[in-house]
Nanobody
Framework: EVQLQASGGGLVQAGGSLRLSCAASGFTYDDYAIGWFRQAPGKEREGVSCISSSGDNTYYADSVKGRFTISIDNAKNTVYLQMNSLKPEDTAVYYC???????????????????????WGKGTLVTVSS
């Protein structure tokens, strides 16, 4: 079974940076989708950024484009989310999520980042102070 362990959250001032990490294990197939979601108090869960295991397709929510970068290190089975120019509205619990499958297309990554995936890790809190 897929297991996901997220880390790297914390408190940062607006304009600062943080890097989240998600260590993944238990995939059945070499090709899979993985990404980051967030949920702020009183708001719905939002897909932030997702990536294919090969790194050939990435998706970013409009709210983070140009500020966040997702990457994957297959040797370590770890996906990263580099968050720069953080804003108070980025404050949320961030979750790592994955599907043990990847169709090979950008549209699959976009879709799973919108609807969510099958496996979820525990969240890590990111707080951005103004």
């Amino acid at each position: 079974e897929v297991q996901l362990q997220a880390s790297g959250g914390g408190l940062v001032q607006a304009g600062g940076s943080l890097r989240l990490s998600c260590a993944a294990s238990g995939f059945t197939y070499d090709d899979y989708a993985i990404g980051w979601f967030r949920q702020a108090p009183g708001k719905e869960r939002e897909g932030v950024s997702c990536i294919s295991s090969s790194g050939d397709n990435t998706y970013y929510a409009d709210s983070v484009k140009g500020r966040f970068t997702i990457s994957i290190d297959n040797a370590k089975n770890t996906v990263y989310l580099q968050m720069n120019s953080l804003k108070p509205e980025d404050t949320a619990v961030y979750y790592c999520s994955a599907n043990d499958f990847y169709s090979g297309s950008y549209y699959y990554i976009e879709r799973v980042c919108g609807y969510g995936m099958d496996y979820w890790g525990k969240g890590t809190l990111v707080t951005v102070s103004s």
